[in-house]
């Protein structure tokens, strides 16, 4: 199994469009959920959004995974202030750090596709997130995962924002716990130690 990750503007945007899809709630999102107010977003089709995304492309709005050559995977990766829903919605409610910020940057969420999950193929994308913005001097990566209980079936629809348990072993912290189930969770890039490295 070789993986590779390049970030958005370095790749075709077919191969993000493969990794989306046609069906699901990525092919629906095109992870613009984020970046549009409510009115805007219910007036927006999917097609709209997918335009959305290929205008935002030069501005590497995140990371395609590769598996053996195959586009499988996305993570959505941005400084904090380019979604605006988390400056105003439940998501990110606790977060410590302010949200025009420039050095805060989020993980939003993560597409792998049907066929190639459960590979830890997530925890690759989210390796890669932490290097991508340490790179781009980023002093924080903040994240919103789901809290999966011990032996509770969650659907993979539920799961797009990452798992906590994935967060907690590449180091992140927990802030705050806007929801049942939902967690804020930060990295400290400077210094920050990265377990199995």
């Not at 400056?87 to 993560?110: H, I, Q």
């Not at 002093?139 to 209980?149: G, I, T």
């Not at 906590?164 to 400290?188: D, K, Q």
Request: one cysteine or more; proline letters at 6%; glycine letters at 12%.
């Amino acid at each position: 199994m070789t993986v590779s990750i390049e970030p958005a503007s370095r790749v075709p945007f077919d191969d993000i469009a493969a990794v989306f899809g046609d069906r699901g709630g990525a092919a629906h999102c095109w992870c613009q959920w984020f970046k549009q107010p409510n009115r805007v977003w219910e007036r927006s089709t999917d097609d709209e959004r997918r335009v959305g995304l290929i205008e935002q492309q030069g501005d590497d709005p995140g990371l395609v995974l590769r598996l053996d050559g195959e586009p499988v995977g996305w993570v959505g990766v941005e400084r904090k202030g380019c979604y605006p829903r988390l400056a105003t919605g439940l998501t990110a409610r606790g977060s410590v750090d302010a949200f025009d910020d420039p050095g805060v940057w989020s993980v939003t969420c993560f597409v792998v596709r049907t066929g190639s999950r459960r590979r830890g193929l997530a925890g690759e994308l989210l390796r890669a997130a932490v290097e991508h913005t340490r790179a781009r001097g980023a002093r924080v990566l903040e994240a919103y995962p789901v809290e999966v209980q011990p032996g509770a079936r969650t659907p993979s629809s539920n799961l797009y924002h990452g798992t906590l348990s994935m967060f907690l072993a590449e180091g992140f912290e927990v802030v705050a716990r806007p929801s049942t189930g939902r967690a804020v969770v930060r990295l400290e890039l400077a210094g920050a130690r990265f377990p199995g490295r």
